[in-house]
Every structure is written in structure tokens, then in C-alpha cells.
């Protein structure tokens, strides 16, 4: 018996997620700071400190600690680290076996910035203020895992034969219907791969009823049963993702009486988000796979083989909004500094566009196929959360200093509305209250320390861990409470700078991060037993580990 359920963590997969969906609401709503290199080697952790650029997108007080006119410029590297390896499904079947490792280096620009400050002349009160423009990054996207493996049980072209036979079944189309575009409109985008695959060739209909198909990968026996080939299928499944969040920062800082900082920032956050998937399957045999096709005028047939086939579904995103945020620092007794900051939600104005392809290869040529559709483009708004940072520090003198940040931001509160629609039963109601049930608190700690052997040289390091805003999972259609590894990005960072007797100065910095274990599975179970109506086989499930590590060298002016 052959069945489908396509389950909510195969909707999300489809081209790593869909542009409108739980996980990349979390996605685009959280930060991940970076700015220049002395913020970044000590973690991030300025809440208290300021005096540097890539500090005002934290605490837009911190521009009104230097004394001085800056610029500066931080070019860096991101390295995306990527392991793979399939894990054994409940039936005890192996799946995408080979331990896979492959890299992705993308260029970035994680600040660029230059502040303005003005002393008043005065020893109390309002002794100096500051105007900056900084452009700081919050995200880089950039990810490529790849996994490789043999199967003899399932297929995705067997799924995507099978979520066809339901659609029919559904009343959604017959064969015949396949052929028309206006099918399109008809079905959700994740489900379009249906009909690229039926007219790629890379599913086929099976017997007369226009209701029952078949995948390019499968073949019927003697009995009637739909089988794999003998000697199975090899399997490829790989994501690619790019892009990057930025924040566009004016900021005025205002330093009273060298003790209280206050600062504001009007920001502009640019989006942009690029996700491309595949799964690509090929006949260990071809031989295994003996594929007739009938010509309908003469009635003949002949016989070909199934080569390879490849299904792909690419998602591109970009979005544009804007937020106040307002922050203070207070130095109430010598070394000692506090600081907090308190950020308003973000409206962004997104717009996505989504493409999926097929193609289908036989050993004749005449019979492969390939057919793509894009979606035109989805206009909608998304809310990002308010969020909270607290900072303490100490410093000794100049010889060094310690810092110490935590942030909160409450993720429950992420909304998607239609344009101008802000009513709550509008047609993202479901997935607000998704948000809403499966969403908590995020929570963000940052510490970094500087030391200063030489009066021209600081040592700088810094550890962070981040919790992500998810705090439910489903696990067969129940919600489940994730656990602390299971949310959690860890960072760790190093660093060094260095002061010229002129204005110039340049720090260097290397930060790495260790993400929590992601399960990817690139297509649903649908081969059941239909007596206990659990799966016969289980369609595969990959373990996926990532890490990064990010380079990058600030050159500035302080004058």
C-alpha cells in the first residue's frame, strides 16, 4: 500500500524553507552580531562599554563614550563548515551512508561606519554629543550541506509518484489535468514538483484511470507491486544558501558629566535570502529499471531505462523595514559600567519568489524531459519581535577590562500579515498561532575580556551562547519541548589590536561557531503497512552538523 502524509518538517525542507513559513519567520527575526573586529573578538559583549562602531547597532549610547571623530572599514571571510551523515530509519535501513564534509567561503563587509562628535565646552551637563551613520551586519546566510548515499527501499520520485496519487485521488487533477498550467493554481507551491515531475517524465501515470502514478525510479513486477530495482538507487541531496541581514544605522549620542551616556538609533534593516535544494537519484543498474512507453497513434512500444532524475525547489527572499532603538550607559562609580538597551519590533516589507524544476534522463535520448515553473512574486509583512540587551563591565585603568552582556527577545511575538492587512484572522492566522504555541524566549549571554600587554598592542577574546526562540518541535503530530543542546549556537572568539602613534589603528579577529544538530529529510515517508498504518519503510533521515568560522580585520581612524 502506498500512502502519503506530508509531514510539516518536509514542507519547511522544500528549498530549505519556505520564504513564508515558522522556521524562517526565526530565521529572519534573530541576530547574530558582528560589526568590527574588536566587538566581534571580544563576543559581541559591549551593552556597557561603547567607544567603538561596530558597538552602536548593541547600545547606541556608545557612541557618545569616544571623545573623538571615527572611520572605520571591516572586511572579512565566512567560512561555512558542513558534515553529513544519513542516520538508520526505525526499520533499521541505512540511507545517504557516506560521511560527507564540504566548505562554502563567501566574502563580507560586516562594518562599515563613521561617527561625529562635538565637545560643548562645558565640565558638567551635556559635555559632548555625536551623530554616526553605521552600517553593521546582524546575519550571514551562507550553508551548503551535501549528502551521498544508496537506497533499495524508498525513492523520491516514489514519493513524489505517490503525493501525485493523492492529489488525484483528492480531486485535485487526473493525468490528463497535468498538462494544463492552470493545475498551478490549484496546489500549494511544494507541491508543483508534481507536475514538473509528470511533465519531465520523471513520474509517469499507471494504468487508465488517470488517478494512479508511478516514479521514474520504480518499476511494477510480475505481481503488480511497485518495487525498486534490484541493485537500488544512488542518492544526492544537497542545499545551498546565501544572503545576509543588515542594519543601517543614524545614531545621535549625548554624554552628560562623563557618567551617564545616552544614545538612539533609527535603523533600516536590508534582507536578502537565497535557498536552493535538489534531490537527484540515479540507477545503480539501469537494467534493474525496464520502462515501457506506448505511442498512442500506433499502439507500439518501446523499451527504455531509467538514468537518473533530479527534482529541485529554490526560494529567493528579500526584505526592507525599520526600528528605533534607545539605549543608556551609567558609570556609577570608577570602572564600573551599566549599560541596557531596549529595541522597538521591526515591520519588514518582504517579497518572495519561489522555482522548482524536474528532470527526468533515460538511455534514450528521445524520452527524457525538462520542465521549471517560478512563481511570480509574494508580497507580505513580517514582524520581528521587540528585544532587550543588559550590560556590566570593569575596567582597570588601561590596562584591561571584562564585559558581560545578556539579551532577551521574545519570539512568540514574531507576526506575518498580508499588506496593509493587520487583522488577526487573516490568512496567516494558522501559521501566527503555530508562532505563537511553538515560541518562547530566546535568550543571548556574552562575555568578552581585553587585555593590554603593550602600550601599542590589546589581546582580546570573548564566548557566547545563544538560545533559539523554538521551544516546540512536532514529533508525530504532538508538540514536543526541546532541550537546551538541541537550541543552542555556541561562539568563540579571538583577537588582537593595534595603535600607531597616529590616527590610524587595526584590529584582527577570528570567530568560530558551533550550531545544534539539524535533521533533514529530503523527502516523506509514504510506503505503508496497511494493517498497522505505521510505515513499511521509512524514508531517510540526514543528521546534519554545521559550523563557521568568520575572519576579519578592521583598519580605522580615530582623529
Known sequence: MKKTIISLSFILLCGAASAQG????????????????????????????????????INPAGSAVARCYQFTITPGLDFSLN???????????????????????????????????????RRRGVMNWSLGFVINNTAQYNSSPLALGTNNKTSAFGQMAARAQDLAEGGYFTAADLFDDSVYDKLAIEDWRVVTGFRSGAIAQNGSS?????????????????????????????ETTSGYKTDYIINAGMNISDI????????????????????????????????????????????????????????????NGVYGKFGIIVTPYRGLRIGAAIQTPTMMFMASTYGVSSTAKYDLNAYSGYEDVESATSHYQLRTPMRANFGIAWTFGGYGL???????????????YENSNYRNDGPFYPLNEEIKSRCG????????????????????????????????????????????????????????????????????????QIYPMQYL?????????????????????????RSSIKLVATFGWRF
Do not use: C
Open 210 to 238: 488517470g488517478k494512479e502514478f508511478i516514479g521514474i525510479s520504480e518499476y511494477m513486477d510480475e505481481d503488480g507491486k511497485i518495487r525498486l530495482g534490484k541493485n537500488g538507487i544512488r542518492q544526492a541531496y544537497g
Open 441 to 512: 524566549v530566546g535568550h543571548n549571554f556574552r562575555i568578552g575580556g581585553e587585555i593590554r600587554p603593550l602600550s601599542f598592542m590589546s589581546v582580546r577574546a570573548g564566548y557566547g551562547f545563544q538560545t533559539s526562540g523554538k521551544r516546540y518541535e512536532y514529533s508525530e503530530d504532538s508538540l514536543v519541548k526541546l532541550n537546551f543542546k538541541e537550541l543552542t549556537v555556541h561562539t568563540a572568539s579571538v583577537g588582537l589590536g593595534f595603535t600607531t602613534k597616529s590616527s590610524f589603528f587595526a584590529d584582527i579577529a577570528a570567530v568560530g
Open 260 to 319: 551617564v551616556y545616552l544614545g538612539i538609533n533609527l535603523g533600516a534593516v536590508r534582507l536578502r535570502h537565497k535557498s536552493d535544494s535538489y534531490i537527484q537519484e540515479e540507477a545503480v543498474d539501469p537494467e534493474d529499471f525496464d520502462i515501457v512507453f506506448t505511442d498512442n497513434e500506433t499502439g507500439g512500444t518501446t523499451v527504455t531505462h531509467f538514468i537518473s532524475a533530479k527534482n529541485t525547489f529554490s526560494s529567493s527572499t528579500s526584505g
Open 83 to 121: 558534515g553529513t551523515k544519513g542516520s538508520v530509519t526505525p526499520d533499521g535501513m541505512p540511507s545517504f551512508q557516506h560521511k560527507v564534509y564540504n566548505g562554502r567561503t563567501r566574502f563580507a563587509l560586516p562594518n562599515l561606519g563613521i561617527s561625529l562628535n562635538f565637545n560643548t565646552g
Open 22 to 57: 515558522f522556521d524562517a519567520g526565526l530565521l529572519f527575526s534573530e541576530n547574530d552580531y558582528q560589526g568590527t573586529a574588536r566587538t566581534m573578538a571580544m563576543g559581541n559583549a559591549f551593552t556597557a562599554l561603547g567607544g567603538d562602531l561596530g558597538s552602536i547597532g
Open 402 to 416: 571584562i564585559s558581560a552582556d545578556y539579551e532577551l527577545s521574545d519570539y512568540s511575538g514574531i507576526r506575518y
Open 521 to 545: 529529510k529530503p523527502y516523506a515517508d509514504y510506503i505503508y503497512n496497511p494493517s498497522t498504518e505505521a510505515p513499511y519503510y521509512y524514508s531517510p533521515v540526514i543528521r546534519y552538523l
